[in-house]
Every structure is written in structure tokens, then in C-alpha cells.
């Protein structure tokens, strides 16, 4: 495993950019989340992690506005956004990836930055933008190319393209890793600490666990919907309760 990447000083000092206090989250009678609270600060990566059906996915679409809570209070930069729709939350510096990524498959990877970008630029100045974003996510040279002719590892790094257009604040990335071949693996491992050492919160789900808890400067572990551990990683991964939870579970 390797060691986790040491939060800058001035993050770790820093007022949380994003809170969640107490989110419960019931569908009929089954309460999916259960009192959860967090936070993150600018350039800390958060990692969600917890056996299948704990409730992560549905945390974190109470988190970005796509389930409203039963319960609790969601809070970006001090402001109350618990009520905010996705596209709000969008405008206040928000975004999220799909586990399922899609793209609009008959636009080229070019136009499909563009729809993100023309949040907040138009015309000349959005292109720009969608220009840089490739460049950074490495589909520079891909630009003309229809979006359903990627593989799947360009399929990601055009996800995570289209949501750095809308100029996050707070990343949300849902399983960005999973499936793809190491090689792939460690060019978005290394992306995504780039992006929280330029100062972006990043919450992520991911299952492979030698790699959320090598990039990730706090865990929060669920089970059953509850809160089970939460540390840093060292901390979460020697839990016996973690532990007790993934056993018999693979490490992919
Ligand atoms: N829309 C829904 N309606 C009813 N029950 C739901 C709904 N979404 C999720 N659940 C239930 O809530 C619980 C938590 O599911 P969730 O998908 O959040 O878990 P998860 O931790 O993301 O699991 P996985 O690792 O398999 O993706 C499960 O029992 C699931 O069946
Ligand atoms: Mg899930």
C-alpha cells in the first residue's frame, strides 16, 4: 500500500469547504444512511469506502443534490445548499462524476467539454477553457474525435474532463478507477492528487482499496448505512471492524 499523501499544512488548517451534518437518508422503511456527518477542505481528498449496499452511492447522491435527505444538513463554503438541485449546486462550485459514464456519443470529445464549459464562459473563451481542461486530462489530441469511438480509460478522463469545465470547487468522483488496467490506474491516481494539490476537495467511492487509501487523506467507512471507522487510512485499514466488514471481500 502506499503511503498517503501528506495534507499541505495550509489545507489541513483550512475552514471545511463542504459539511454534512447527520445526513440520514430513508427509502419506505429501509434507511440506506444513517447519521452521517463530514467535511471537506480545500486540496483534502475524502474517501467513502464500505462493503456492497452500505450506503455510499446514496450518501453521495445526497450529497450532490440527486436524493434529498430525511434528515441533516448539507453545507458548501457556510452556506445551507441541503434543498439546492444539482444544476444550483453545479453554479456554487460542485461536481460529480457517474460510475457509468456518459458521454453524448454522436458529439467528438471536444464538444462534449464545450456543453460543461459554457456554464460559465460562452463563444471563444469557453473553447479555451475546454482546450485547457484536455489538455490537462491528456485528450488533447483526441479533440476531433467522436466520444463514442474512446476506449474506456480515455471514456474516464473525458468524464473527469467535462466535470473540471464546470470549474469545481468539490470534486465527487464515483468509482473513476475501478475497471480500468494499472497503467490507467495510475494515470488517474496521479491526476486526481494533482487536481487536490491545486486546491480542490475531492470526496471519491472507490472499491479498490490499495488505491483509495493511497490517495485519500481521510476514510470514512460505512456499513449498513452507519458510520463503522473513520480516520486516516492507516488507521481505517487496521480497524477491526473494517476489517471484520471486508472479510472475505476482494481487494478489486
Ligand atoms: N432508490 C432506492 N430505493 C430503495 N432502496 C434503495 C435505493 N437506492 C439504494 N437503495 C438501498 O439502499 C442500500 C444502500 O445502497 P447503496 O447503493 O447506497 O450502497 P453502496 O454502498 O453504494 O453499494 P455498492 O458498493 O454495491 O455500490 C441498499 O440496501 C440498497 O438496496
Ligand atoms: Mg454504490
Do not use: W
Request: charged share 20%.
Amino acid at each position: 500500500m502506499t503511503a498517503p499523501a501528506i495534507l499541505s499544512k495550509s489545507a489541513s488548517n483550512a475552514a471545511p469547504l463542504f459539511e454534512a451534518r447527520n445526513i440520514t437518508v430513508t427509502f419506505g422503511g429501509l434507511t440506506a444512511v444513517k447519521d452521517i456527518s463530514l467535511a471537506v477542505r480545500p486540496g483534502e481528498i475524502l474517501g467513502l469506502i464500505g462493503p456492497n449496499g452500505a450506503g455510499k452511492t446514496t450518501l453521495f447522491n445526497a450529497l450532490t443534490g440527486f436524493v434529498t435527505p430525511s434528515s441533516g444538513q448539507v453545507m458548501l463554503a457556510g452556506r445551507d445548499i441541503t434543498k439546492l438541485p444539482p444544476q444550483a449546486r453545479a453554479r456554487l462550485g460542485m461536481a460529480r462524476t457517474f460510475q457509468v459514464e456518459r458521454p453524448f456519443e454522436d458529439l467528438s470529445v471536444l464538444e462534449n467539454v464545450l456543453v460543461a464549459a459554457f456554464l460559465h464562459h460562452s463563444g471563444r473563451q469557453a473553447e479555451n477553457r475546454a482546450y485547457a481542461v484536455l489538455e490537462r486530462v491528456g485528450l488533447s489530441d483526441r479533440a476531433t474525435q467522436p466520444a463514442a469511438e474512446l476506449n474506456l480509460a480515455r471514456r474516464r478522463r473525458l468524464e473527469l474532463a467535462k466535470v473540471l469545465a464546470l470549474e469545481p470547487k468539490l470534486l465527487f468522483l464515483d468509482e473513476s478507477i475501478a475497471g480500468l488496467n494499472p497503467p490507467a490506474q495510475a494515470e488517474m491516481v496521479g491526476l486526481i492528487r494533482e487536481l487536490a494539490d491545486s486546491g480542490l476537495g475531492i470526496v471519491m467511492v472507490e472499491h479498490i482499496m490499495h488505491v483509495i487509501m493511497g490517495l485519500s487523506h481521510h476514510i470514512i467507512c460505512m456499513a449498513f448505512g452507519e458510520l463503522l471507522a473513520e480516520g486516516d487510512p492507516e488507521t481505517v485499514a487496521h480497524h477491526p471492524d473494517v476489517i471484520r466488514a471486508y472479510l472475505g471481500e476482494d481487494d478489486d
